[in-house]
Every structure is written in structure tokens, then in C-alpha cells.
């Protein structure tokens, strides 16, 4: 469903079509992939997020040009994603997971969608999938999708391949506020098309991720604070299993980093993700929350003052583990007055 602002879409298809200008091959190395300390089924392990190099987000690829904020396509990249070459990719960040400390957790991200056949071949996935069903120290894996491609036969295959494992569909909502998703992210889908895919991933046992976009465009840090808790709600509410809160970060060659560079964006305070996670810890009794800001502490990320950003961040992550909202109780800096006065002031204009 194209569901979007047509000028918007232009300014961000304007911008990210110097991009495609820059061609490059599918190769047999994954685009990125990281380690991170991660709960897993109760169990402090090792969580791989893996981004195969695909020929990307049809979104992104398409004359709308993608979401605002999204740099993941930061080069045209042509040929095709065949099994072989998927599973090549896979096996490089595997090879590295195995010296890490278990259970595991593995989350695969395309850059788009693991359930877009275009993207990701049929056998390619189920090939990519049975190797994981192998491992048994992988105990969960996290599959990221458009809410357009969650449909009953692909999870049907899936579940199949994957009867021993737990399993969530990522989906991102980014916000409930479909005049921010709209207006502010460009993301292209309705409220109405994600609790359908909520519904029917629940429907067939699987859990489901949703991944909220912390402070959009042109929303201002009070505001972007009242769209998380709205949104986490709405979320619980439709179904989720987990919560993933991202707060922006400036990737080059997007509408967001254009916005930033003219002095008229700041990415957000970590003390306002801080104050969500605090105000839904009760939801933790229901839900998982995961929250690891890219960037943080950085200009192009979530950041305080600079002296607090790491002790910050350390909390966070923390609380990220252990799901216990203590961990923020003897946070403090000079630099939190500085954000309180200006929710306030935010709060006073609106």
C-alpha cells in the first residue's frame, strides 16, 4: 500500500538517488555484522545482528525513495542475491559467533526485508534457516520484515525449518502516530497493515519485535517522548513480544542528516531515553524491552553533555539485560537541568 507524502517522498528520492549513482557488486561478505552482550531465554549470551547485502529495501528502491532517515542503501547495489552468496554471507559472521559466549541470539536484517522474496531467494532463506536450526546454541533468532511480507505461507516454511527455536518477526512500526510515520519518516504503510502482521505472526506462534524510532524528524524532544509512550502502548496492545527503542542517528545520505547539517535537528537527549524506559518498566512484567543507541555519545547520535554520555549509556545497555529500572536511580550530571528546562520550555509553547 503506498500510503505517504508525495512531497516528502521527493526530497528524500532526491537525495537518495545521488546515491545510486555509486554501483557495486553483491559479494560474498555480509554488509556489517556485530556482537553484543544479550539476554537469551533468561540467560546473559551473545546476540549476532547480520545485515545481508541484498539489493535492498523495495521501499527504498522504489520512486518514494525510502524512509527519512534510513542510510542502509548508501550505495546502488546491483546483481543478485543468490544462495550461495547469501549463505556465504552468513557464514563468515557464524565462523566469528562461534568464540563468542552462548546461548545465542541471532538477528537477521537485509537492509529491507528477510521476507521479501526479491531480496532474499525462497531457497536461500530456508537454506540460511536450517543452518541455524543446526546450531544449537542458537536458541532465538529475530527475522526483520516489512509488515507487507509477514504473510502465512512464508511463516508457515519458517516454522517448519525452525520448530526447535524461538522465533520473532521484527517489524518497524518507528511510531503509532501515523501523521509522524507519514510526515516524518516516509515509512510508507498504515497502522492497519502492521497489526495485520502482528495478528496473523501471533496467529502462528511466533513472537513479534517492534522497532520504535526514537524522536523523529521535526518532532521536538517533549514531543518525541510523549510519541514513545504512545507508541509502546499501542504496540503492547496490538501484540508484541518485544520492544526495540532506536533513537535516531545521522546516516549520511538521508533527508534527516540534510535537516541536521542546516542546524534545524538534534538528535536526542539520552536522559529522554532514559525517562521512557523508566516510565514503561512496569510493561517489563509483559514484554522484553532492547534498547542499544547507535552512535551514542557522538554529534550524529543520542548524547548528553559529553561527561555523563558513558555512564549514561552504560545504564541503559544495563537495563537492556536485566530489564530492572534501578539501574538509573543514581544517574545525575549538571547537564540533566539543562534537559529538564527545555522539556519544559518545549511543554510551555505547544
Same mark, same amino acid.
Given at each position: 500500500?503506498?500510503?505517504?507524502?508525495?512531497?516528502?517522498?521527493?526530497?528524500?528520492?532526491?537525495?537518495?538517488?545521488?546515491?545510486?549513482?555509486?554501483?557495486?557488486?553483491?559479494?560474498?561478505?555480509?554488509?556489517?555484522?556485530?556482537?553484543?552482550?544479550?539476554?537469551?531465554?533468561?540467560?546473559?549470551?551473545?546476540?549476532?545482528?547480520?545485515?545481508?547485502?541484498?539489493?535492498?529495501?523495495?521501499?527504498?528502491?522504489?520512486?518514494?525513495?525510502?524512509?527519512?532517515?534510513?542510510?542502509?542503501?548508501? /550505495?546502488?547495489?546491483?546483481?543478485?542475491?543468490?544462495?550461495?552468496?547469501?549463505?556465504?554471507?552468513?557464514?563468515?559472521?557464524?565462523? *566469528?559467533?562461534?568464540?563468542?559466549?552462548?546461548?545465542?541470539?541471532?538477528?537477521?536484517?537485509?537492509?529491507?526485508?528477510?521476507?521479501?522474496?526479491?531480496?532474499?531467494?525462497?531457497?536461500?532463506?530456508?537454506?540460511?534457516?536450517?543452518?541455524?536450526?543446526?546450531?544449537?546454541?542458537?536458541?532465538?533468532?529475530?527475522?526483520?520484515?516489512?509488515? /507487507?511480507?509477514?504473510?502465512?505461507?512464508?511463516?508457515?516454511?519458517?516454522?517448519?525449518?525452525?520448530?526447535?527455536?524461538?522465533?520473532?518477526?521484527?517489524?518497524?512500526?518507528?511510531?503509532?502516530?501515523?501523521?509522524?510515520?507519514?510526515?516524518?519518516?516516509?515509512?510508507?504503510?498504515?497502522?492497519?497493515?502492521?497489526?495485520?502482521?502482528?495478528?496473523?505472526?501471533?496467529?502462528?506462534?511466533?513472537?513479534?519485535?517492534?522497532?520504535?524510532?526514537?524522536?523523529?524528524?521535526?518532532?521536538?524532544?517533549?514531543?518525541?517522548?510523549?510519541?514513545?509512550?504512545?507508541?509502546?502502548?499501542?504496540?503492547?496492545?496490538?501484540?508484541?513480544?518485544?520492544?526495540?527503542?532506536?533513537?535516531?542517528?545521522?546516516?549520511?545520505?538521508?533527508?534527516?542528516?540534510?535537516?541536521?547539517?542546516?542546524?534545524?535537528?538534534?538528535?536526542?537527549?539520552?536522559?529522554?531515553?532514559?525517562?521512557?524506559?523508566?516510565?514503561?518498566?512496569?510493561?517489563?512484567?509483559?514484554?522484553?524491552?532492547?534498547?542499544?543507541?547507535?552512535?551514542?555519545?557522538?554529534?550524529?547520535?543520542?548524547?548528553?553533555?559529553?561527561?555523563?554520555?558513558?555512564?549514561?549509556?552504560?545504564?541503559?545497555?544495563?537495563?537492556?539485560?536485566?530489564?530492572?529500572?534501578?539501574?538509573?536511580? *543514581?544517574?545525575?550530571?549538571?547537564?540533566?537541568?539543562?534537559?529538564?528546562?527545555?522539556?519544559?520550555?518545549?511543554?510551555?509553547?505547544?
Amino acid at each position: 500500500m503506498e500510503y505517504y507524502d508525495k512531497a516528502l517522498a521527493a526530497e528524500v528520492y532526491e537525495i537518495r538517488s545521488r546515491t545510486f549513482e555509486h554501483k557495486k557488486q553483491i559479494g560474498n561478505r555480509p554488509a556489517t555484522y556485530w556482537f553484543a552482550p544479550e539476554s537469551v531465554q533468561g540467560q546473559i549470551g551473545t546476540g549476532l545482528s547480520l545485515v545481508l547485502e541484498t539489493i535492498g529495501c523495495f521501499w527504498s528502491r522504489s520512486k518514494s525513495g525510502g524512509c527519512s532517515m534510513c542510510g542502509y542503501v548508501s /550505495e546502488y547495489i546491483e546483481g543478485t542475491a543468490t544462495k550461495d552468496i547469501l549463505v556465504s554471507q552468513l557464514n563468515v559472521a557464524l565462523e *566469528n559467533l562461534r568464540n563468542k559466549k552462548p546461548p545465542y541470539i541471532v538477528k537477521i536484517y537485509t537492509s529491507g526485508s528477510f521476507l521479501d522474496p526479491k531480496e532474499v531467494p525462497t531457497d536461500a532463506r530456508n537454506e540460511i534457516l536450517q543452518i541455524l536450526s543446526n546450531i544449537d546454541e542458537v536458541k532465538e533468532i529475530v527475522l526483520e520484515s516489512r509488515p /507487507e511480507f509477514v504473510r502465512k505461507q512464508y511463516l508457515r516454511d519458517i516454522k517448519q525449518i525452525l520448530s526447535n527455536k524461538s522465533v520473532e518477526i521484527a517489524i518497524g512500526l518507528e511510531s503509532s502516530n501515523e501523521f509522524v510515520r507519514v510526515h516524518s519518516i516516509n515509512k510508507g504503510f498504515t497502522n492497519k497493515l502492521y497489526l495485520k502482521a502482528v495478528r496473523t505472526a501471533r496467529e502462528l506462534g511466533f513472537g513479534v519485535r517492534t522497532y520504535l524510532l526514537f524522536k523523529p524528524l521535526f518532532l521536538s524532544e517533549a514531543e518525541a517522548i510523549d510519541d514513545a509512550l504512545r507508541s509502546i502502548e499501542f504496540a503492547i496492545k496490538a501484540g508484541t513480544t518485544t520492544i526495540s527503542i532506536n533513537p535516531m542517528n545521522i546516516q549520511s545520505g538521508t533527508l534527516v542528516e540534510k535537516v541536521w547539517k542546516a542546524g534545524s535537528y538534534r538528535p536526542p537527549w539520552l536522559w529522554s531515553v532514559v525517562e521512557v524506559l523508566k516510565r514503561t518498566a512496569q510493561y517489563t512484567k509483559q514484554i522484553r524491552f532492547d534498547c542499544d543507541p547507535t552512535a551514542a555519545g557522538k554529534d550524529r547520535g543520542a548524547h548528553n553533555c559529553g561527561k555523563c554520555d558513558t555512564t549514561v549509556l552504560e545504564a541503559i545497555r544495563n537495563y537492556a539485560l536485566h530489564q530492572n529500572p534501578k539501574v538509573f536511580d *543514581n544517574l545525575t550530571c549538571d547537564c540533566k537541568i539543562k534537559w529538564k528546562s527545555e522539556l519544559n520550555y518545549e511543554s510551555l509553547r505547544r
